[in-house]
């Protein structure tokens, strides 16, 4: 199967020979270091990056990097915040530059203009996606749980997913963009425009 599509883009079909992402155990709230490294062995997965990391290797240096603040027990028991999600990113960032070679460039599209419909939300993200080595992260919440996963693709009004719990996909109509932290939920799944985070990793020259 050609790498891209008629129109230089990568084929979205390639995203389904991914090997399976990492899943998280049943007691602990890792999802923000699993979306990282899912979303790094993804984006590498890419027939124009091409390179195999080790998960192992990626997650030890996320908790050190953790540890080294006093926020692994938090981050395992409670889950991640914003803050050191990003703190995580940098981490990620340094180790596939060191031990790869490639630089993982990562941004909130959304964070300084005016909140976005879903549809346009997702629409940007699948645009994103069709370029060779990217892949996208979003903490979304239910009315149960708070949750970070990887966008692997956009499809027909469907997100789909790489996640570390099992999600597939949903559709467009089972999210909103919650303006405000008091915004009652009135889909199944809701995030705040600051909660989607694009990133592609290149090869450097």
């Known amino acids: 199967m050609s790498p891209k599509n008629a129109n230089g883009r ?3 079909q390639l995203r389904e020979e991914l090997p399976k992402a990492y899943k998280q155990g049943q007691l602990d709230a890792l ?5 990282i490294i899912n979303a790094c062995r993804m984006m590498c997965k890419s027939p124009e990056i091409d390179k195999r990391i080790s998960g192992w290797e990626l997650f030890n240096f996320l908790v050190e990097a953790l540890d080294k603040h006093r926020k692994a027990a938090e981050v395992m028991c409670y889950g991640i915040g914003n803050k050191d999600h990003l703190k995580c990113l ?3 960032r340094k180790y596939l530059l060191g031990k790869h070679g490639l630089l993982l460039e990562y ?3 959304f ?3 005016t909140a976005p419909t879903v549809s346009q939300a997702f629409t940007m993200v699948g645009q994103h996606l069709e370029l060779p080595g990217t892949g996208a992260l979003l903490d979304f919440k239910t009315a149960s ?3 970070w996963t990887v966008i ?4 027909k009004r469907e997100v789909q997913f790489y996640d570390s719990t099992g999600i597939r996909s949903r559709p467009f109509g089972d999210f909103q963009i919650l303006r405000q932290s008091n915004n009652k ?3 199944k799944m809701a995030f705040f425009k600051s909660g989607l985070i694009l990133l592609q990793v290149t090869k450097l020259e």
Do not use: D
Not at 31 to 35: D, Q, T, V
Not at 152 to 155: A, E, L, P, W
């Open 90 to 92: 940098k981490v990620a």
């Open 107 to 109: 941004k909130r599209p």
């Open 10 to 12: 990568l084929n979205p």
């Open 185 to 187: 939920l009135k889909r």
């Open 31 to 35: 999802c923000g270091l699993y979306s």
């Open 111 to 113: 964070r300084n203009s």
């Open 145 to 147: 749980y708070q949750h």
């Open 152 to 155: 692997s693709s956009i499809k």
